[in-house]
């Protein structure tokens, strides 16, 4: 039978949950933000070897603090789902739906609640949620945590030099203040840094160096 969970209690079980992992960890959530306190657990299952999946959805760009994070780990795979809205965390043991997101917020000032489903005690329910949680990783696009190139590029918006990603052609400050227009027009090449109308969707202007950049 599962368990209900107040605010107290999915903090508490999603803890207990991370402990008890041996073999695999899934976290599911729309916001990738991880607490301090949850990195900790995540280290010590990720040293034990432990499997452990990231599914996130919203929005695709990681910030940096959790991408360092998830970098220095050796067991995890991180994924994105467009309009993902569940919130589920499962090991080989259990597993909690619930209103909590991830990020640190939401355990702290939020009212949550949740359920506990224990795979000795209902292993019909908890079948079901991991055959779900599965298809929604199936469904996902997988986030490399490596970067592909060491080159410099410019953001398309102040021209700072930044990291080259086409996927984020902005830098963190004024991806903090973008309004997520993906078609707006901006100001700079990402690549050479050249003034250009450009745009989030197309950042890379069409002198011939910058078109091929990625040719081979």
């Known amino acids: 039978m599962a368990q209900f969970l107040d605010t107290t209690g999915v903090s508490h079980e999603l803890t207990q949950l991370i402990k008890r992992a041996g073999e ?5 959530s729309p916001f990738l933000q991880i607490s301090k306190n949850l990195e900790y657990l995540i280290k010590e299952r990720d040293a034990k070897n432990v499997d452990i999946r990231f599914v996130y959805g919203k929005n695709k760009h990681i910030n940096q603090d959790d991408f360092t994070f998830l970098r220095e780990l050796s067991h995890v795979k991180v994924y ?3 309009n993902l809205h569940a919130k589920c965390y499962l090991n080989e043991s259990a597993a909690i739906i619930t209103s909590m997101n991830l990020y640190e917020y ?3 000032n939020n009212q949550e609640m949740g359920i506990k489903v224990e795979k000795a005690r209902d292993p019909g ?3 079901e949620i991991v055959a779900e949680s599965q298809r929604i990783i199936r469904i996902s696009q997988e986030q490399p945590l490596k ?3 060491k080159a410099a590029g410019y953001c398309i918006h102040c021209r700072t030099k930044i990291p080259l990603n086409i996927e984020n052609p902005l830098c963190e400050t004024c991806y903090s203040f973008w309004k997520g227009d993906k078609d707006g027009q901006e100001k700079y ?3 050479c840094g050249k003034a250009e109308e450009i745009s989030y969707n197309n950042p890379i202007c069409q002198r011939y160096r910058c078109q091929h950049m ?3």
Not at 24 to 28: E, S, V
């Open 24 to 28: 695999t960890l899934i976290f599911i």
């Open 80 to 82: 994105f789902c467009e």
């Open 106 to 108: 939401s355990q702290v």
């Open 125 to 127: 329910l908890y079948t």
């Open 147 to 149: 970067k592909v190139r």
């Open 189 to 191: 090449c990402h690549i």
């Open 214 to 216: 990625f040719g081979d």
